[in-house]
């Protein structure tokens, strides 16, 4: 062992120890106490031990001339602190820096060695930054990092690293899924027995306007206690572009949970088209229907023109005409919306197109059938995964976002809701920027 190690250690257990016999908790302490003096102990001796083991790595000056990427040797100009927030707290490094005459770039040889970019904050405090910013807002993130980590991070720092990792996350799944689509990946082995997937949209304010998040889940499913269909495995995928990119995606998600080899495949969603367009793209041959929480809401507006909003009448009417829908009586729906004489010229037009609506996907709300095929059918499974997914972190009062921010927070809470556990540091690199005082 070479003697400044040795010198260190022993500095670094003279101090621990010297805090001990300072703090240590004397006899007839409350565990509340004592638990404070050892965090405190603790706190106290990681630091140092940071302190020292980074000082050990020097400031990368090179005796003989560092040399640049490009061959040629490179100049010293000074030594620069950066400012680095590690999990024990702030460390100012200061490094040399070296600029080359040829090609004029400059680098600090320390920042390669000690894995050094352009964020001021390691990757294991990034990670827990983009685990907790998939929570909550960024100003609530900086609050609850110092509450529960003692980190010292501003919200800004929190939003820029979110959106960094957000977007790692969104490229690394844009490769996997392009490769899918390219038809380069093998089958999995899986083989599900009924494979659902459902999508649906949500409206976010995104560049000063408000933009459609699709939002796409797929999921198995099991017998409930009460014998209906329960959803299980939801996993979700997500995106502010074209009704494509939700398809590609779906598509590409669906491969991986086995939709090649499943002996069924359903489809879910509202009424909208370009649901179906992408279904029968993506998923030909799959059964369709209409996520039965999407018709009653359709009925419910009907019921409430009709009758009043929230009046006896139209809970009479809306219960009928759902129970009638869940036993197969689409006609009958039909025939009672037909028989509404609606008075002004907005009921008159949801009555049109509330009749469009089910005449058109007629074949996808024979609830009857399906329930006794033992099929899901739907309940707000999208409608829930809009929620958790967009409304409960990107729409909360407020809450305005840039294209860019918006489609990268959609990516790290997408991950975080499915993959509980993802290490966010394997995402979390930063660009370089220019060297900071
Ligand atoms: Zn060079």
Redesign the pocket.
């Known amino acids: 062992m070479c003697e400044d190690r040795k010198d260190k250690i022993e500095q670094l257990t003279q101090r621990f120890r010297e805090l001990l016999e300072e703090k240590f908790p004397g006899k007839g302490s409350t565990l509340a106490q004592i638990e404070e003096l050892t965090e405190e102990i603790g706190q106290a001796i990681e630091a140092e031990i940071e302190d020292s083991a980074i000082g050990e790595q020097g400031d990368g000056k090179e005796c003989r001339g560092a040399f640049?990427?490009?061959?040629?040797k490179?100049r010293y100009v000074r030594n620069y602190i950066k400012e680095v927030v590690t999990l024990h707290g702030l460390r100012r490094i200061s490094r040399a820096y070296y600029s080359?005459r040829?090609?004029?770039?400059g680098f600090a040889p320390l920042d390669k060695q000690l894995g050094l970019d352009g964020g001021g904050t390691t990757l294991p405090v990034r990670a827990k930054i983009a685990r907790i910013a998939a929570l909550a807002p960024f100003e609530r993130c900086a609050c609850e990092l110092r509450e529960l980590c003692g980190l010292d991070v501003s919200a800004k720092t929190v939003e820029r690293v979110a959106e960094a990792v957000g977007k790692a996350i969104g490229e690394e799944a844009a490769a996997r899924d392009a490769e899918i689509i390219s038809g380069s990946v093998p089958e999995p082995a899986c083989s599900p027995e009924r494979l659902y997937v459902t999508v649906d949209g949500v409206m976010a304010s995104v560049d000063k306007g408000w933009r459609e998040c699709k939002v796409g889940a797929v999921y198995e499913t099991r017998a409930a206690a009460d014998g209906r269909a329960e959803a299980v495995h939801i996993e979700h995928t997500a995106t502010f572009g074209d009704a494509e990119a939700i398809g590609d995606k779906l598509y590409a998600l669906a491969f991986r949970r086995g939709v090649v080899r499943a002996k069924q495949t359903v489809v879910l969603g509202d009424g909208a088209r370009w649901i179906w367009n992408q279904a029968r793209d993506n998923f030909p041959g799959a059964v369709e229907i209409v996520d039965f929480f999407h018709a009653a809401e359709h009925l419910a507006e009907v019921a409430n023109s009709w009758h009043g909003f929230g009046t006896r009448k139209a809970e009479g009417w809306l219960r009928r005409a759902k129970q009638d829908l869940l036993e197969g009586r689409h006609a009958r729906v039909m025939r009672s919306i037909v028989a509404w004489r609606p008075a002004d010229a907005e009921a008159k037009k949801l009555k049109a197109t509330s009749l469009g609506y089910f005449r058109r996907n007629g074949d996808r709300m024979r609830y009857d059938r399906f329930l006794a095929e033992g099929l899901h059918i739907g309940s707000g499974v999208a409608e829930s995964s809009c929620k958790v997914l967009v409304q409960a972190r990107l729409k909360q009062s407020g809450m305005h976002w840039s294209a860019r921010g918006a489609e990268a927070m959609l990516q790290l809470r997408a991950r975080w809701l499915d993959e509980p556990t993802v290490n966010f540091a394997a995402y979390a690199a930063m660009p370089r920027q220019l060297p900071q005082n």
């Open positions: 640049c990427a490009c061959g040629r490179a080359c040829v090609c004029s770039r």
